[in-house]
């Protein structure tokens, strides 16, 4: 292995790691967010109480993956999302719904429904807006210097030595 190649794994184990930091500082963050805004709503409204608490599970996902994913390279955002969705659930399994059974919940993994929802809505952001591959469609040719006008053709330079008649192209 080469020093180089080195360099890069450490640095791709890198953005890995801060990936997996930001997408918790994301989440964290919106999920607090959200439920500042439950308790100044309080219980004016019901309604609004409910649907607040499904955006408290379902946009810490969502922002999670999505701020997450935005510290691999373009052409790997869409793996490292995949890969943020599986960690971040499988944090919600084996920390946040045991702590969710033992305060008492009735139903400990519901959140990670939505929370998998909102995930998963990133992951999906991100394959609708990567790049197109275009690595293998045609690109267009530059003009060669026979195309070019005031040029004279190659088979007008031809010798009487060599046929004077040019290619067989030019007939």
């Not at 963050?29 to 100044?40: D, E, N, P, Q």
Request: glycine residues 10%; hydrophobic residues 50%; aromatic residues 10%.
């Amino acid at each position: 292995m080469t020093q180089t190649s080195s360099k890069t794994e450490k640095s791709e184990w890198a953005r890995y790691l801060v990936a997996v930091v930001v997408m918790l500082i994301a989440a964290v963050a919106t999920g607090l967010l959200f439920i500042g805004l439950i308790a100044l709503v309080g219980d004016s409204s019901y309604t609004l109480v409910c649907i607040l608490a499904v955006c408290c599970a379902l946009f810490p996902g969502f922002s999670g993956v999505f701020f997450g994913s935005l510290c691999f390279q373009p052409y790997k955002r869409l793996f490292g999302s995949l890969l943020l969705l599986v960690l971040g659930l499988g944090f919600y399994v084996l920390v946040v719904a045991p702590v969710s059974a033992i305060r008492g919940d009735r139903f400990p993994f519901l959140g990670l429904c939505v929370t998998g929802i909102g995930a998963a809505a990133a992951v999906a952001f991100r394959y609708w807006r990567q790049p197109p591959n275009t690595a293998l469609e045609p690109t267009a040719a530059a003009p060669s210097v026979s195309d070019v006008p005031g040029n004279p053709k190659i088979s007008d330079l031809s010798t009487p030595a060599s046929g004077g008649g040019g290619s067989a192209l030019d007939r």
